[in-house]
């Protein structure tokens, strides 16, 4: 099945640094989502960004498809920011049903 | 607000008990999905709804466990006999138009 790759595994930063999420995965892919799960463990969606360039506020977000990748870009990072950053996909033949999770990013901002 | 919801949040109960779970989905999504999610890992599929047919069934879902969605509605997620390795965040997403699922904020489950 399709593999989903996440990098890197951790990452500490302080606050108002940048920082650079990266998604492989070896199949082509119908769906990519990017989730950022709180402390509480809720999913909170990102980004849906199958292809191009989406931005909201401080995040953005690049899916090159034919590449098999996708970026998350945090900028002025904030404390609030802290969590767990999964992305998940599923694949072009099975549109619509399991999304394939990744092992997420784990995301620490001090102030 | 009309976001996933699920209950209860929180579950503790004794190895070999049965445990049922409920999730609504946002409303007109007719395609609901359940996750496993263990420590440290990313969430893991379980089974898929299109409205009330259940289209999907990973081999994570083992034959204690059983999915229903009557009517193509509300959702439950029954398991019999745990055990300690049940012990997990059962997570609630659902669907419409898009592609994009949608998730509640799940159910703990602690198995003692």
């Known amino acids: 099945g399709i593999q989903v790759e996440q990098s890197p595994p951790d990452l500490i930063l302080q606050e108002g640094a940048n920082s650079t999420l990266r998604c492989n995965f070896s199949?082509?892919?119908?769906?990519l989502q990017w989730f950022h799960q709180n402390p509480w463990g809720q999913l909170i969606n990102l980004f849906y960004?199958?292809?191009g360039t989406k931005q909201n506020g401080r995040l953005s977000a690049t899916t090159v498809a034919t590449e098999r990748y996708s970026l998350l870009y945090i900028s002025s990072s904030q404390t609030t920011d802290s969590g767990v950053y999964f992305c998940?996909?599923?694949?072009?033949?099975?549109?619509?049903?399991?999304?394939?999770f990744g092992k997420g990013t784990t995301l620490s901002v001090s102030s | 607000d009309t976001g996933v919801s699920q209950n209860p949040r929180h579950k503790i109960t004794k190895r070999g008990q049965n445990v049922t779970f409920r999730c609504d989905p946002i409303?007109?999504?007719?395609?609901l999905y359940w996750y496993r999610q263990t420590l440290g890992q990313g969430p893991e599929f379980l089974t898929y709804?299109?409205?009330?047919?259940?289209?999907?069934k990973s081999r994570l879902l083992s034959d204690r466990f059983s999915a229903e969605r009557p009517k193509g509605s509300f959702s439950t997620l029954e398991i019999q006999r745990t055990e300690q390795g049940d012990s997990a965040m059962y997570l609630c997403?659902?669907?419409?138009?898009?592609?994009?699922?949608?998730f509640g904020p799940g159910t703990r489950l602690t198995v003692t």
């Open positions: 997403a659902s669907g419409g138009g898009s592609y994009e699922q949608y």
């Open positions: 199949d082509s892919v119908n769906n």
């Open positions: 960004i199958p292809s």
């Open positions: 998940a996909v599923d694949t072009e033949n099975q549109a619509g049903t399991a999304l394939i």
């Open positions: 409303s007109e999504h007719n395609r």
């Open positions: 709804f299109q409205n009330e047919a259940q289209l999907e």
